[in-house]
């Protein structure tokens, strides 16, 4: 039997006495996909972050605040919102439980002061600041209620104090009916610059994919890029084998008995590939069983994922080989794993990156070329062209281990190795 399977099963035998290192980075992508994805997961599928829970105090108790109350109960707003009509004091309480995420009040008098003009009228918002989403969410539809109920007093007040007459209960019915066809000619006079709106909007659904939806495509979206990132983590900590390797001089008795190091530099990277390519498939696995994750295209994407395994573990080959020092060695991979990971949208979205770093460094980085293209790649994108970014990582991997092996035979021969 040759040396170097030899010296992989060697290595191999070693990782199955002590298993947790390489099975603690295999989980912890794992946990933070599912963390993070269930943080955000409600806002993934396209819809708004749950049904808002507040409460509208009415201490005013007029027609006018009974009909803008009863806009929050049309089957439309209950899409959105859960409003409970309850007392002040019942509903600061909620409020100091957490269990509303603001309360909304309506000042007494406010049907009076705002139809006679004769005072100014506030409308009253008191946000959780247990909560972020939801309370912001209210304020903004309190600011559109108020420019609203603003722009109508500009347009009908004429109008709004003879209502008050009629909330009040000092108009008889002919007022009323010469009320309305009065207010109905106003508004008719505004339609042309009402309907249609002058500014619109709309919303389109993204087409379903066999992929999975949103909520998957967040999950698939993580695990990838944590992928990215871990696999660089598990290459540092294969190729740190080197250098026990080096500190119990098995590295020097084997140059002393075989011709040239390239074997056994090849079963170390061998090794650290063939563990890496294995957790990568693990983690794609789990993606599918846990988080039901469809990967599409996934011969390509095996290819993708096994090219970038083989520069991650060359390019901790050469980190190692340079330092030649088991502590500096390990320290210095950590930095350029984490390095790596966040400057080539592994942890955060590359759109997130300064621009100066997303312009000028990310496209350079071979941890972007890998989770970028995955990405697209198996998530649902069947246009993705994956071919360049596999040929980019073959070349990385291979200038890696050239200068590693390079490095080491000098390093070797002027004795800066053990």
Known sequence: ???????????LRRIRRNPWPWLIHVLLPLVLTGLIGLTFGRSSSGGPP????????????????????????QPEA???????????????????????????????????????GEAPVRLELIKNPAQ???????????????????AAARVFRPELRAWLEVFTGHADYHQIARLMEQTGARWESLRPWLDPPRITYETAAAPAHAGGGARSNLFGH???????????????????????EIRNHTFRRYHTVQEGLLPFLTAKYLFTG????????????????LFGI???????????????????????????????????????????????GLAGGCAFPVQSLPAALRA?????????WYTETARNLALNQADTTWWPAVLRLMAAAVVMVTLTSMLARKRLRSGAMP
């Open 1 to 11: 039997m040759s040396a170097l399977p030899l010296l992989v099963l060697k290595d």
């Open 50 to 73: 749950g049904r808002i829970s507040f409460a509208i105090v009415d201490e005013d108790g007029s027609p006018l605040t009974r009909f803008l109350l009863g806009s929050a109960q």
């Open 78 to 116: 209950l899409r959105h919102l859960d409003p409970v009509f309850l007392e002040r004091s019942e509903a600061l309480r909620r409020l100091e439980h957490n269990q509303l995420a603001a309360v909304f009040i309506i000042p007494a008098h406010f049907t009076r002061h705002y139809l006679s």
């Open 132 to 150: 972020s989403i939801h309370p912001t969410v209210l304020q903004e539809l309190c600011e559109v209620l108020v420019t609203g109920l603003n």
């Open 222 to 244: 993580l695990l990838l890029g944590l992928t990215g990132m871990f696999l660089l983590f598990l290459a540092a900590n294969g190729m740190s084998d080197l250098l026990q």
């Open 274 to 289: 063939a563990l890496l390519l294995g957790a990568g498939t693990l983690l794609l696995a789990a993606g599918t069983i």
């Open 294 to 340: 469809r990967w599409q295209h996934l011969p390509a994407l095996a290819l993708l994922t096994s090219t970038y395994a083989a520069f991650a573990a060359g390019m901790m080959s050469l980190a190692v080989v340079a330092t030649g020092e088991e502590r500096t060695a390990g320290a210095l991979n950590t930095v350029l794993a984490m390095t790596l």
């Open 360 to 368: 000028h460094v990310t496209p350079w980085l071979p941890t972007a």
